[in-house]
């Protein structure tokens, strides 16, 4: 859809057009590409110089350890400097996360590669700092979800740190690195299939790739109206940033089951570390904070026994009990005496939304504290399965050239861009970053590992994008090779790498897989070296194919 009079005001800009500081950055960048093809003995003229985008695919740990294996080897290749573009989904975007936190890291990889496997194989973030976090998350802005809960429970535990700082403090506009894109979707425009659910950050803009609507990235989740900011909101931090971009669970709703153990599991030690019964154990006006306490955990234990088909009629009875006791007997008959038909999910799930909602309501019409507050809002997006949520900076704004559905919402649900492919080809498609060759490590877990490719092809030829048609031999799904080249006429050539194949693997690809599936639990430092070896021999392996298509990506030019 082709913009309308291009549009600015206030950080929004509507515009299919680079951002003027991308626009130097790409500029500069492509310089230095241009010596680094000279030391590898590649002679072209400025004007020939490739745009060569790096993509790293989502897959948790895997997916973070193996782009760190890729990058090393590229870097030791000297192909690392030829790259224009680094970016990445979910897993990919951890690991660039912890890379440009040291400016300038392409230039001493090593050692920078050294301090990352080093805190990846030492012990989790303390409970009390993650707490700390989340009340920061919760008191510091308007919208809190369950990608902050995320952020502090899960991503911390792969991570091994929280990361305060911003994603516009990683970045100097006078780096050596490839530009980073972290990439996301749009929860809505995906699930009824409108609007563009492709959705990038970068140092300077958040924004939607296809259409061409960006904010300046540090007012991304600040409230605006037609254009204009009204509200202040921080801006996101990069722990905050790697749980939105790998927030994997935050799709499917049969994921819950899940989610409500971890909660069941979390509870007990947010009351441990957040020391409430101390606090409030010293004023005799405090409300009965462990009764709360008491009550919730039931109602999680009851969300829980619905979704397993155990009837939770007991349960319902203790939190009635307990309700009536906190609220002096004004819900006597909260609880409605009869067994749920636990053989209708449907009907079982929607009425626990209900009971969930209301038992929160009742608890808030009592009494507000902090502590049983933010129990409160996590079992609210729990009920509610919100994740990702934020001001809309596009609300109310008056543009042809974007769909009426991203004007009208005053908040967008954003999520794991895996949820709908796996590999981030869509940031780099943009017509105005002109890509000419897209290098994709597929650290994917798909049982065929050709899936990216593929409906990257198959979205493009629905969206008449340019992009190479894609044919895999058959035989190569179950026995994949480690380097695919895909070409066509006005189209980026694309080269397709997956992790774990027959060169780097040999007749173990599944015992590879096995080994590394994506919820597995962090890796210890022997998992963590083997892997970086394996992705790397991708690279080792390749090298002279990567040159060879570098050289033809310059003829293209000539």
Request: hydrophobic residues 35%; contains cysteine.
């Amino acid at each position: 859809m082709s913009a309308s009079k291009p549009q600015e005001s206030v950080g929004v800009r509507i515009e299919h057009s680079l951002n003027k500081k991308e626009e130097a950055f790409v500029a500069r960048r492509r310089n230095a590409v241009l010596q680094s093809l000279n030391k590898l003995k590649i002679r072209c003229r400025q004007t020939e110089v490739p745009n060569i985008a790096l993509l790293g695919s989502g897959g948790g740990q895997r997916a973070m350890v193996g782009l760190l294996g890729s990058l090393v080897q590229l870097q030791k290749t000297g192909l690392l400097d030829c790259v224009l573009y680094l970016s990445g989904v979910s897993g990919s975007t951890w690991c660039m996360a912890s890379l440009y936190q040291d400016p300038d890291w392409s230039t001493h990889l090593e050692s920078v590669k050294d301090k990352i496997i080093q805190r990846l194989s030492s012990s989790r973030v303390s409970w009390t700092e993650a707490f700390d976090k989340l009340k920061t998350y919760y008191s510091g802005k308007d919208i809190f979800t369950l990608t902050d809960v995320w952020a502090v429970i899960f991503v911390t535990d792969y991570v091994k740190e929280i990361d305060k700082h911003k994603l516009t403090d990683h970045w100097d506009q006078q780096s050596k690195d490839p530009f980073p894109i972290y990439t996301a979707i749009d929860k809505e425009c995906k699930q009824h299939k409108d609007g563009d659910p492709w959705f990038e950050i970068t140092p300077y803009e958040a924004g939607y790739s296809l259409i061409g609507a960006f904010v300046e990235t540090s007012s991304f989740g600040s409230k605006f109206e037609n254009g204009h900011k009204i509200e202040d909101q921080p801006e996101i931090d990069m722990l905050y940033l790697q749980a939105l971009c790998g927030s994997a669970l935050a799709d499917g709703e049969q994921d819950k089951k899940f989610m409500w153990q971890i909660i069941k599991e979390f509870f007990p030690l947010l009351k441990i570390e957040t020391g409430m019964l101390e606090e409030t154990s010293k004023d005799p006006n405090s409300p009965p904070v462990d009764e709360c306490y008491h009550l919730l955990m039931d109602l999680v234990d009851m969300n829980l026994s619905v979704l397993n088909g155990i009837d939770p009629s007991d349960l319902g009875e203790s939190i009635t009990t307990k309700l009536n006791k906190l609220t002096g007997g004004k819900h006597q008959q909260f609880f409605q005496k009869r067994k749920l038909n636990l053989t209708d999910k449907e009907a079982a799930k929607k009425y626990m939304k209900q009971y969930t909602e209301d038992v929160c309501n009742a608890l808030s019409h009592c009494f507000s504290f902090w502590h049983c507050d933010i129990w409160k809002r996590i079992l609210e997006c729990f009920n509610q399965w919100i994740w990702g949520r934020n001001h809309n900076f596009l609300h109310n704004m008056k543009d042809k050239a974007v769909p009426s559905t991203l004007l009208e919402s005053e908040t967008r649900d954003y999520e794991d861009a895996g949820l709908l492919l796996n590999s981030p080809y869509f940031s780099v498609l943009r017509k105005e970053r002109n890509i000419d060759l897209i290098i994709s490590l597929d650290f994917s877990d798909d049982v065929d590992p050709f899936t990216t490719v593929k409906e990257a092809a198959d979205t493009c030829g629905k969206l008449k994008i340019p992009f190479p048609e894609v044919n895999i031999p058959s035989e190569d799904v179950k026995k994949p090779k480690d380097f695919y080249v895909f070409t066509g006429q006005n189209t980026p050539t694309v080269i397709h790498i997956p992790l774990f194949n027959v060169v780097n693997c040999e007749d173990d690809i599944e015992t590879w897989r096995n080994n590394y599936k994506t919820f597995k639990g962090p890796y210890c430092a022997e998992m963590i070296t083997d892997l970086m070896e394996v992705a790397g021999k991708n690279i080792i392996n390749n090298k002279d194919k990567l040159l060879e298509q570098i050289h033809l990506a310059i003829k293209i030019h000539k």
